[in-house]
């Protein structure tokens, strides 16, 4: 379906001085280590600064990572809502084929309240245990594995707590997550196509593998900030919006510099408290701030390990940026602001032109990693590079498969098949090739560099997708 346009407005009107949205802008493409991909902005109900880094663009549905726990806690509130899930019923209650073998009184303590929020009694991440323990079923996996303290009592980020949870609602409503909320959630809120990762088959993943555009993330956090309530509906009831976004469990390691942490406010059904609101968030960058005190909400894509760092640049730069009342002396930075939003790209690679170097040298090459094997991306066998008249071709092998790429000049070459792709290369000298290969349905770009007198490259992910796979795997699932 058509997404129906959020209602606008302009900063000033809204209390916002675009001064200090622009002064975030510019720190985050100052900052090392940081790169947007996109920022939306509500105040009051109203989408104020919108902007995407080309060759990133709205209409893109992006790897939202553990932001999609957010939303299966959504479908949980809405379960709880129709009676079909009860939050204090242990969790095995649910899965009766498995009552004879989960004999631990640990782990039939669990609840389905416990597994909302990450209190499960375990003091670690699960998820390579249960998968070990059963391949094909990861709720039984998990069950099998005693928790170390009382369900209730501690907290530990476990992906087998959110995926269990997942699997109830897909069990109780028939449905998978996607389907049971599309009628309920997703068209009321004007949320077009959104994608999921299923594991098994008819089953959506719940703890991550959800694609959904920035748009979503910001109808999803202004869903809550308005408890519940959307055009007039009560969509979620407010009383779970309050029950999910307190802390159902503290996770401070009670040191001094627990206070400077956003990780560790706290955590509800599925959403972060932090030192400022609450929020959904997932890997690399990929946030659902919420703030009631400002009536704000702040949605952002991007490609980073310094989650921290980009949480504190919004605290520093966009919370003093909320004023009271609307803000007429300022109303003349405005204009500049939506320029600068509009403006908004990552630059290509910056290469020599191809007339500087050996075409004929060049094109036929082929390459193989440099050691053998590629350390980032263990799938790539060998690569080829071929000319023709209008431009040029870079041919990634991954055993039997291959991936063409296309590049020209200085700019980003996009391309939707096989695989959603922007391709910037170049040279930087007469004997070696750079090639940027941004997956768009991901935040992850790979980074190539090749050696024409060794015949040789490498391959390297700033930040390592999850899980790693075949290049053609880094887009949104199709069926």
């Known amino acids: 379906m058509t997404t129906r346009p959020l209602p606008t407005g302009t900063p000033a009107a809204q209390g916002v001085d675009a001064r200090g949205v622009e002064d975030f802008l510019d720190a985050l493409e100052a900052a090392p280590g940081i790169e947007p991909h996109s920022l939306m902005i509500m105040r009051h109900g109203r989408l104020i600064a919108e902007g995407w880094w080309a060759p990133h663009t709205p209409d893109r549905k992006q790897l939202l990572y553990s932001l999609g726990k957010s939303l299966t806690s959504t479908a949980a509130g809405l379960a709880v809502a129709d009676g079909l899930l009860d939050l204090d019923a242990p969790v095995v209650s649910y899965f009766p084929e498995f009552d004879a073998e989960i004999t631990d ?7 389905v309240r416990h597994v909302a929020s990450m209190a499960t009694g375990h003091l670690a991440e699960t998820h390579v245990r249960a998968v070990a323990l059963d391949p094909r079923e990861i709720v039984r996996g998990f069950l099998l594995l005693p928790p170390d303290r009382t369900p209730g009592t501690v907290f530990a980020y476990n992906q087998p707590a959110t995926y269990s949870l997942g699997a109830i609602i897909q069990r109780v409503t028939g449905k998978t997550l996607t389907e049971y909320l599309r009628p309920r959630l997703l068209d009321p809120l004007g949320i077009g196509e959104v994608a999921w990762t299923q594991r098994p088959a008819g089953r959506d993943l719940a703890f991550s593998g959800l694609h959904a555009t920035t748009d979503a993330i910001a109808r999803l956090g202004q869903l809550y900030l308005q408890g519940g309530r959307w055009q007039g509906r009560q969509l979620l009831p407010t009383s779970w919006v309050a029950e999910a976004t307190r802390s159902q469990v503290a996770n401070s390691a009670g040191t001094p510099e627990s206070a400077a942490s956003d990780w560790e406010q706290g955590y509800g059904f599925q959403f972060w408290m932090s030192r400022h609101g609450y929020r959904g968030d997932g890997a690399y960058g990929q946030f659902c701030v919420v703030l009631p005190d400002h009536d704000a909400v702040i949605a952002t894509t991007a ?25 007429h002396d300022v109303r003349q930075a405005d204009p500049a602001l939506r320029e600068r939003l509009a403006g908004l790209r990552i630059p290509p690679l910056a290469t020599v032109p191809d007339t500087s170097v050996d075409r004929d040298a060049w094109s036929g090459s082929t390459f193989t990693p440099e050691g053998g094997r590629c350390a980032d991306q263990r799938t790539l066998t060998g690569a080829t590079l071929t000319a023709d008249a209008s ?32 391709v910037s290369a170049g040279w930087t000298d007469a004997g ?14 790979l980074l190539l560099t090749f050696s024409l007198p060794d015949r040789t490259f490498t391959a390297h992910w700033p930040c390592v997708p999850m899980p790693r796979g075949p290049l053609r795997s880094y887009q949104a699932p199709r069926r």
């Open 105 to 111: 009184p640990g782990s039939r303590a669990i609840l």
């Open 391 to 422: 431009g040029w071709t870079l041919s990634l092998a991954e055993g039997d498969s291959t991936l063409d790429l296309r590049f020209g000049d200085d700019a980003w070459t996009v391309a939707e098949s096989p695989v959603p792709t922007a």
């Open 432 to 445: 070696t090739l750079v090639a940027s290969v941004r997956f768009l349905e991901t935040p992850h770009h």
């Open 303 to 327: 490609q980073t390990e310094l989650m921290q760092d980009l949480l504190n640049l919004m605290w520093e730069h966009l919370l003093p940026a909320f004023g009271p009342e609307p803000l």
